[in-house]
């Protein structure tokens, strides 16, 4: 058995209302003057306003950089960056989707490091800490306030680039799914599938260790019972919960492990058609399944049953095959074809 090693988020403050104790955890960094990171959609929503709303009650000085956009480019990367420089925050909060929470944490390492950041682009080439990172998921998905990753869109040469770095960890993910209730079905099923498919990736790659199996297994069983429920009902409280902790517990795992081909095909396909990352991932899985069921038989066996399928009395890699078939079952369910032609590529 190989040597392995384990890095995640320092803190995790989670479950209903947890968007109160934001101030505490400014303070638990010794912050004073905080830059919130989200997008337009978060700010018209006005969760921005809820969160703004605690930074008054307790007089914490801030300013907001709301121009994060879908698939962020390096150049929304940059504008976040210039107004972060402008500004001169010692707490970076990031509030939103996985685009506004990478362009957070790209904004936290830049305020110290001289860059320019395509000299970043790559695994743990940032040299020094950013300032400190505290991350508010409103989705139940991209797991990115767990992940020391950062995306861009590369928009010149129609290509996604990546920064990997420890220093890109938050200080504290901040999980309230009061925040995620508000998801339309379209964005749950979306991001829920991208949930699901860091897990599974995770879970059968070839990096894999009892901790991450741990969590992914935990994560599979919570996408299975939940991700159906909270796209019927947004409403449904439980359902966004749990979804929220598949997200970060697959972020957890992921970070550890690395992706597989599904994301790699992802990045390849949405650095040159732009479709959004959870419904490229998502239709991908299927395939990428079975493409992978050989290698790993009893771990999609496992998966299967996860979901419910009915295991006993078939060999192994029946079994295994049973795992493809129930995730074409639940992205029916979620209203996301399986089809390369229907997102006309």
């Given at each position: 058995m190989m040597v392995r090693s384990f890095d995640s988020v320092r803190r995790i403050?989670?479950?209903?209302?947890?968007?109160?104790?934001?101030?505490?955890?400014?303070?638990?960094?010794?912050?004073t003057k905080v830059l919130v990171v989200t997008d337009p959609g978060i700010k018209s929503a006005g969760i921005v306003d809820v969160v703004t709303g605690v930074l008054d009650r307790a007089?914490?000085?801030y300013n907001v950089f709301a121009e994060v956009e879908p698939d962020p480019s390096v150049e929304v990367a940059l504008a976040g960056?210039?107004?972060?420089?402008?500004?001169?925050?010692?707490?970076?909060?990031?509030?939103?989707g996985g685009s506004s929470l990478d362009i957070s944490k790209v904004?936290?390492?830049?305020?110290?490091?001289?860059?320019?950041?395509?000299?970043?682009?790559?695994?743990?080439?940032?040299?020094?800490?950013?300032?400190?990172?505290?991350?508010?998921?409103?989705?139940?998905?991209t797991g990115s306030e767990m992940t020391s990753i950062c995306v861009l869109s590369d928009t010149?040469?129609?290509?996604?680039?990546?920064?990997?770095?420890?220093?890109?960890?938050?200080?504290?993910?901040?999980?309230?799914?009061q925040l995620t209730m508000g998801m339309p079905p379209r964005v749950t099923a979306m991001t829920g599938m991208d949930a699901l498919v860091h897990a599974i990736?995770?879970?059968?790659?070839?990096?894999?260790?009892?901790?991450?199996?741990?969590?992914?297994?935990?994560?599979?069983?919570?996408?299975?019972?939940?991700?159906?429920?909270?796209?019927?009902?947004?409403?449904?409280?439980?359902?966004?919960?749990?979804?929220q902790h598949a997200s970060c517990l697959a972020g957890m795992a992921f970070s550890n492990t690395q992706n597989g081909l599904d994301h790699a095909m992802a990045l390849?396909?949405?650095?040159?058609?732009?479709?959004?990352?959870?419904?490229?991932?998502?239709?991908?899985?299927?395939?990428?399944?079975?493409?992978?069921?050989?290698?790993?038989?009893?771990k999609f066996a496992e998966i299967a049953k996860a979901f419910g399928e009915k295991t006993g009395g078939v060999s192994e890699i029946e079994?295994?095959?049973?795992?493809?078939?129930?995730?074409?079952?639940l992205l029916d369910d979620v209203g996301i074809s399986y089809k390369l032609s229907s997102y006309g590529v």
């Open positions: 403050v989670f479950g209903v209302g947890a968007v109160e104790m934001l101030v505490d955890e400014i303070k638990r960094v010794k912050g007089k914490v000085a960056i210039e107004a972060a420089k402008a500004y001169g925050p010692d707490v970076i909060v990031g509030l939103g904004t936290s390492v830049m305020l110290t490091n001289p860059g320019p950041i395509e000299t970043y682009f790559g695994m743990e080439l940032v040299p020094l800490p950013g300032v400190p990172l505290v991350l508010i998921p409103t989705t139940s998905g010149k040469n129609n290509v996604k680039k990546g920064i990997v770095s420890e220093h890109m960890f938050a200080r504290v993910a901040l999980l309230d799914p990736e995770s879970f059968v790659g070839v990096r894999a260790s009892v901790f991450t199996d741990t969590l992914n297994l935990k994560a599979i069983h919570l996408v299975a019972a939940n991700l159906r429920l909270a796209y019927a009902n947004g409403d449904n409280r439980a359902a966004r919960e749990n979804m390849a396909i949405g650095g040159k058609f732009h479709l959004p990352h959870g419904q490229l991932t998502a239709f991908i899985l299927p395939w990428v399944m079975e493409f992978n069921l050989i290698a790993a038989p009893q079994a295994a095959r049973l795992s493809v078939k129930a995730i074409k079952s």
